[in-house]
Nanobody
Framework: QLQLVESGGGLVQPGKSLRLSCTPSGFTLNYYLIGWFRQAPGKEREGVSCISSSGGITNYANSVKGRFTISRDNAKNTVYLQMDSLKPEDTAVYYC?????????????????WGQGTQVTVSS
């Protein structure tokens, strides 16, 4: 089974930035489409962003568009989620996953092989 590991979460003040990383356990990410999702307490998991294997296609949820940037460094075997201008409503556990499709829907059903998640808390 393909396993992913998320890192980079933490506690940050509103308006500040964090960069999350998604790395594989024992395989290369280079051939895989990757998505980032988040789940806040009491809410369903929602798609945040996704990136194609080449990095040429990216999509974002409307709630993060203009503030978050997804990227990948295939030489480092890592996919990143740069989160700027963070808001309290961005507080959630963030997950990365391998997917079949990256489109504007960023649908959970298009993704498999989820990581364990990393907590992001935005609070003053």
């Amino acid at each position: 089974q393909l396993q992913l590991v998320e890192s980079g979460g933490g506690l940050v003040q509103p308006g500040k930035s964090l960069r999350l990383s998604c790395t594989p356990s024992g395989f290369t990410l280079n051939y895989y489409l990757i998505g980032w999702f988040r789940q806040a307490p009491g809410k369903e998991r929602e798609g945040v962003s996704c990136i194609s294997s080449s990095g040429g296609i990216t999509n974002y949820a409307n709630s993060v568009k203009g503030r978050f940037t997804i990227s990948r460094d295939n030489a480092k075997n890592t996919v990143y989620l740069q989160m700027d201008s963070l808001k309290p409503e961005d507080t959630a556990v963030y997950y990365c996953a391998i997917g079949y499709m990256c489109n504007a829907r960023i649908a959970e059903t298009d993704f498999v092989s989820w990581g364990q998640g990393t907590q992001v808390t935005v609070s003053s």
